[in-house]
């Protein structure tokens, strides 16, 4: 049959009529298919038509090859996109699951069997029968664990890819019904839980919703909010009442031909700069071309998620890419005929590489006769080259032992000539040992006459270094004996010069401290002085306003010009101006000098 998720529906529906197993269905079973598939799809209904179409062939049952042609000219390609699709494979549910589904020990309802029968035909391989490869079981399963809000535990679901090895990694819908119904991956979750998984992985891969919830939208007459179920696919958004899709309230219609935009609005876009107003937070925009949606988010975080969303389906509508899952199915389908291919181009090179393994050994084998052959032939050789040799170590044998007398012979003889050349050498011997003797004795009297020599040059060299020697320790231990006295002095002079320098300023501190007290002496002395100069001052007054009464009776002496005059200690005027500013000159001088030391 073909690849279309119709096809993989029809497949189980047909399958479930052949009740023996021989892969044919009877016409008056096909009939029945057909009408319900017509009804279901909305598709004009001809009984006549298969009878017409089998009226050649009346051996009995239809085989699904013979029965393929009629589905594609008279059912499928008759098919538009206005029938529901949950309704069509419903129908082909309750075909297949009547004869199919084994309802003991399972811990999910009808419902959420058939849910997982949906997931199956959309995972499923596109070849018949329908199998799933562990690796859509894993990318299954992992979905269902995290939409329960569990934790995946790769090694439990390695341990399971053992046990399947014997199922060529594999299994088919019932399996994978009886799998999740048992809840061998679902341990400590609950029947609930588990159907609510269910029932979100279904609606994110068959039903293609993307990010679902609950939000608050404003309305468009009333401006009121109201809490809503909102859907995101990827063309569209709708909203319900509640979140058991019972009661549709809207749809946003998304479209690709326009640009997502912030500040620009296009015929749908997503706006996420909406400040909070009307006491809600986290708005965000959704503006068409007819209509414009306010929503509020629960959080920061759900109303990123959505924008994103949005934007998300916005670029696949443009791009005209299918959904995420579609998108992510197709190419773990490719990567998977890709190492299908490479493994068929290994194990096909591994045939190659038996093949010439193959002729190799049949190469060896014969190379191997070949060497026995060839060893055969050389051991008869060397058992030829044995007995020659054998028979030559005979004759050499009879030739040794005449060898042998006649060398005895001439040892002996040699043995008489070397015993008096023996002699001769040890003459010889003893007169060069006697000569060698001699001019060692020679050599010894020679050497011990210059060492004597060099031994009296070095008693000399040692008595004049001796001599300068101590010449220079005198020296030094004179300049030692300088450098002390002349030390003991410089020290002892140091001393009195740090002794003189205490002494100079302690005197320094005592004029200073004497300083200290001779102005503060004066500081009072002048204080006095002020408050004379004031009393002073007061009594003119007083009489100059006496004076003024009887001017014509008494004149007094004026006391000089009107600007203050200088007090000293001998009195008003003592000095004069000239005389007054030599002495501050003298006195700041004398303040001025450094202390002399003692």
């Not at 008056?28 to 179409?53: G, R, Y």
């Not at 994110?204 to 009333?222: A, N, P």
Request: proline share 3%.
């Amino acid at each position: 049959m073909g690849t279309t998720p119709l096809l993989k529906a029809i497949w189980h529906a047909f399958t479930a009529l052949d009740v023996d197993k021989s892969g044919k269905v009877s016409k008056s079973q096909l009939k029945v298919l057909s009408h319900n598939l017509c009804t279901v799809m909305k598709i004009p209904h001809d009984p006549v038509a298969l009878e017409e179409h089998f009226k050649d062939d009346d051996e009995g049952p239809v085989s699904n090859q013979g029965y393929m042609p009629y589905l594609n000219r008279f059912i499928l390609d008759k098919v538009q996109d206005n029938f529901d699709r949950i309704d069509f494979n419903r129908m082909c549910w309750t075909l297949c699951a009547r004869k199919n589904l084994n309802r003991n020990h399972l811990l999910i309802s009808d419902d959420d069997a058939f849910k997982i029968w949906c997931i199956f035909n959309f995972l499923s391989e596109d070849r018949y029968p329908l199998v799933m490869v562990s690796e859509e079981i894993e990318y299954f399963l992992r979905k269902l664990t995290e939409a329960m809000g569990g934790s995946w535990i790769e090694e439990k679901f390695e341990e399971y890819k053992l046990q399947l090895s014997s199922k060529h990694q594999c299994l088919n819908v019932w399996e994978l019904i009886e799998l999740v119904g048992m809840g061998h991956f679902s341990k400590g979750m609950d029947r609930q839980t588990l159907s609510m998984g269910i029932n979100e992985v279904f609606q994110e891969l068959i039903l293609d919703v993307l990010k679902q919830g609950y939000m608050m939208k404003k309305g468009h007459k009333r401006k009121n909010w109201t809490e809503r179920w909102f859907l995101l696919k990827p063309n569209l958004i709708s909203y319900y009442v509640s979140e058991d899709l019972t009661e549709k309230k809207g749809d946003i219609l998304l479209d690709g031909n326009y640009r997502f935009s912030v500040m620009i609005y296009s015929k749908c876009c997503v706006s996420f700069s909406l400040p909070d107003k009307e006491g809600k937070k986290c708005l965000f925009y959704v503006k068409c071309s007819d209509k414009s949606f306010e929503v509020s988010a629960s959080d920061k975080k759900k109303k990123q998620e959505w924008i994103q969303g949005i934007q998300t389906c916005i670029t696949l509508l443009k791009v005209g890419h299918p959904a995420p899952h579609h998108e992510a199915r197709q190419k773990r389908r490719e990567l998977r005929q890709k190492q299908q291919a490479e493994q068929e181009e290994l194990e096909l090179r591994m045939k190659e590489l038996q093949t010439a393994n193959e002729n190799k050994q049949s190469e060896l084998e014969a190379m191997r006769k070949k060497l026995e052959e060839a060893a055969a032939n050389a051991a008869e050789e060397e058992r030829r080259r044995l007995q020659t040799q054998s028979e030559l170590q005979d004759l050499y044998r009879v030739e040794m032992e005449k060898e042998k007398m006649v060398r005895q012979q001439m040892e002996e003889q040699v043995a008489q000539k070397s015993s008096e050349l023996e002699q001769y050498l040890q003459r010889v011997k003893e007169l060069e040992n006697m000569y060698h003797r001699l001019e060692e004795a020679l050599e010894e009297e020679r050497q011990a006459r210059q060492d004597e020599e060099t031994v009296r040059k070095l008693q000399a060299t040692l008595l004049e270094e001796e001599v300068s020697k101590r010449a220079e320790l005198e020296q030094i231990h004179l300049y030692q004996q300088q450098t002390i006295s002349q030390t003991q002095a410089e020290k002892q002079e140091l001393e009195r010069e740090r002794l003189a320098k205490e002494s100079a300023l302690q005197s320094a501190m005592q004029q200073l401290q004497q300083l200290e007290a001779d102005r503060w002496g004066a500081l009072e002395q002048y204080e006095e002085v002020m408050k004379k100069l004031a009393d002073a001052a007061n009594n003119t007054k007083s009489w100059k306003d006496k004076v003024a009464h009887h001017e014509g009776l008494i004149r007094l002496i004026q006391p000089g010009p009107k600007y203050p005059q200088k007090i000293t200690n001998w009195g008003p005027a003592a000095f004069t101006e000239t005389e007054l500013s030599l002495r501050e000159k003298d006195w700041q001088e004398k303040k001025n000098r450094p202390p002399t030391p003692q």
